[in-house]
T-cell receptor, first 113, second 117 residues
């Protein structure tokens, strides 16, 4: 099955700085890569996703890049704000009827004001 | 649109007791997932339903865990008997569940935090 590894496990940045979280996956058939944000005590919520037919996707301060050859993808948050503090999870999936997600272990991001 | 609903939000039981969790997915979502999220870890899939059929239960400890989705809508997850290591947040999620649909997004419920003493 798929194995998703995520680094770092914790990340502390100063407000206004950029944050980068990296994930690798093992199954070359995976073609959908979502990122979820989970605030303390709350449900995971999708913040951005990317499919394997594109290399980069941006949404305001958030971007995701994908390198299919190397089987890794990254989340980039620019101009970080204290409200970005949360745990971020990456996942990998195949776009089929089963839509099974394999999650990384999470990155706790702390943005210091 | 209304989100995924779960109840209860919190549950404390003693080991060897039984517990059940309930999930109501987003209307129209064919696929329903139950995840176990242990503190400090990512969600781990326990079981996946497509309508009322089981698609994947390879990670479900079947000697103590069971789940059903009888009418293809609501679902219940049961643990009997509970062990200390079952302490976790149990998340329910749903998605459209059909390939080719523009969104694969899984929508999560608020979870049930289970503490086994």
């Amino acid at each position: 099955g798929e194995n998703v590894e995520q680094h770092p496990s914790t990340l502390s940045v100063q407000e206004g700085d950029s944050a980068v979280i990296k994930c690798t996956y093992s199954d070359s058939a995976s073609n959908y890569f979502p990122w979820y944000k989970q605030e303390l005590g709350k449900r995971p919520q999708l913040i951005i996703d990317i499919r394997s037919n594109v290399g980069e996707k941006k949404d305001q301060r958030i971007a995701v890049t994908l390198n299919k050859t190397a089987k890794h993808f990254s989340l980039h948050i620019t101009e970080t704000q204290p409200e970005d503090s949360a745990v971020y999870f990456c996942a990998a999936s195949k776009n089929n009827n089963f839509n099974k997600f394999y999650f990384g272990s999470g990155t706790k991001l702390n943005v210091k004001p | 649109e209304a989100g995924v609903a779960q109840s209860p939000r919190y549950k404390i039981i003693e080991k060897r007791q039984s517990v059940a969790f309930w999930c109501n997915p987003i209307s129209g979502h064919a696929t329903l997932y139950w995840y176990q999220q242990i503190l400090g870890q990512g969600p781990k899939l326990l079981i996946q339903f497509q309508n009322n059929g089981v698609v994947d239960d390879s990670q479900l400890p079947k000697d103590r865990f069971s789940a059903e989705r009888l009418k293809g809508v609501d679902s219940t997850l049961k643990i009997q008997p509970a062990k200390l290591e079952d302490s976790a947040v149990y998340l329910c999620a749903s998605s459209f569940g059909t390939s080719g649909i523009t969104s694969n997004e899984q929508f999560f419920g608020p979870g049930t935090r289970l503490t086994v003493l």
